[in-house]
C-alpha cells in the first residue's frame, strides 16, 4: 500500500481532510509563474481549507443551516466543486481545461492538487471560482 499525506487544512476548526497518496513527496506546488498574486492566494486558500462555506459557517454557529443556496443540498467545499446541480454548467468548463490537459477532474483532489500543475487548468478554476462567487467566500 502506497503511504499517503494527510492534509489538514488549518483553517477548518475540525471537519474533515484531504488525503492523496503523493508516495510520500508532498503535493505538487502551484507554478511560480504565470498566475497574479490573486489568483495564488485563492488556490491556496482552498487548498488549506480556509473557505468560508455554509457547513464551515454552521460549524462555527455563524449560520443556520449549512444549505447551498443553489440547491439546498449541505455546502461543502466539495460539493462546490464538485456536485452542486447549480453549478453544473460553469463546472463543465472547468472539467473541459482539466481533461484538454490530460487531467482528472473528477474529485476535488484532482482540482486542488492535479498531478502536473498546468496554467490553463488552473486558471479555468480560478475563472470558476471567480464566476460563481466562491473566491469571496472569506
Known amino acids: 500500500m502506497a503511504p499517503t499525506t494527510a492534509v489538514s487544512p488549518p483553517c477548518s476548526g475540525g471537519g474533515g481532510h484531504i488525503e492523496a497518496p503523493y508516495l510520500g513527496r508532498g503535493p505538487k506546488l502551484l507554478p511560480e509563474t504565470g498566475l497574479t498574486r490573486r489568483d495564488r492566494s485563492a488556490l491556496l486558500r482552498l487548498r488549506t481549507g ?39 454548467q460553469e463546472r463543465s ?23 502536473r500543475p498546468h496554467l490553463p487548468a488552473l486558471r479555468s478554476l480560478v475563472e470558476f471560482l471567480d464566476e460563481t462567487g466562491i473566491a469571496a467566500y472569506r
Not at 61 to 83: I, M
Not at 93 to 111: K, M, N
Request: proline share 8%; net charge positive.
Open 93 to 115: 468548463r472547468v472539467t473541459t481545461a482539466y481533461r484538454s490537459q490530460g487531467l482528472h477532474a473528477s474529485t476535488l483532489e484532482h482540482l486542488l492538487f492535479p498531478s
Open 50 to 88: 480556509c473557505v468560508w462555506t455554509a457547513a464551515r459557517r454552521h460549524a462555527k454557529d455563524l449560520c443556520a443551516p449549512p444549505a447551498c443556496s443553489r440547491c439546498g443540498d449541505p455546502e461543502t467545499l466539495e460539493h462546490l466543486l464538485c456536485a452542486c446541480p447549480g453549478l453544473a
